[in-house]
């Protein structure tokens, strides 16, 4: 097996390898990104291949002087379970370093158990979370939580509006209600 970097070439084969990989790893309720060549002419985009065959690809963004984002990693099915995904994000890595980069960093959908193990294995570190909301139901939920309520501090913020409230209270002898605090 041979990695290599993806060409104009390449475009209809990376295309197809596209397509079935958003059909096939999106964990999410909407659909992948179409493709498009600036994928492969804009980034780095690696295959994998075998004979006149390419057996996988993974693409990366490289905008971050500091990281390569690794946004799509794909090995066709009957290739899977032979190290080609492993050899494609070793390759990537070492693209990476050779411009400098000192991070390798990407999303993984929860769901996708086979990707994430193998992520564990090469060492990626659980370093941030991707949320997603249905817009709706974020405007929705925003609309019931006030500015300035407690729901929509943080709980930091929230426990010292809570101690400064108790202590206004002590001070005063009244249990009652004190002054809101512009702090949230």
Avoid at 6 to 13: K, M, R
Avoid at 143 to 160: D, I, M
Wanted: proline letters at 5%; a positive charge; hydrophobic letters at 40%.
């Amino acid at each position: 097996m041979d990695i290599r970097r993806a060409t104009e070439g390449d475009l209809q084969v990376m295309r197809d390898l596209w397509e079935r990989f958003t059909a096939e790893a999106t964990f999410t309720p909407y659909p992948g990104s179409p493709f498009d060549p600036a994928l492969v002419t804009a980034h780095i985009a690696l295959v994998a291949e075998e004979g006149a065959g390419i057996l996988g690809t993974v693409y990366a963004n490289t905008t971050s002087p500091d990281f390569g984002y690794v946004f799509g990693l794909y090995t066709r099915p009957e290739a899977r379970r032979k190290g080609i995904a492993r050899a494609l994000m070793l390759a990537i890595a070492a693209v990476l370093r050779d411009e400098g980069r000192r991070y390798v960093v990407l999303s993984v959908d929860t769901p996708n158990a086979q990707a994430r193990e193998l992520y564990a294995e090469l060492g990626f570190e659980d370093a941030a979370r991707m949320l997603r909301a249905d817009v709706e139901r974020l405007l929705q939920q925003g609309r019931r939580t006030r500015p300035g309520s407690t729901r929509s501090c943080s709980r930091k913020a929230a426990a010292a509006k809570r101690t400064r409230r108790s202590s206004l209270q002590a001070r005063s002898g009244a249990p009652g209600r004190t002054p809101r605090s512009a702090s949230c």
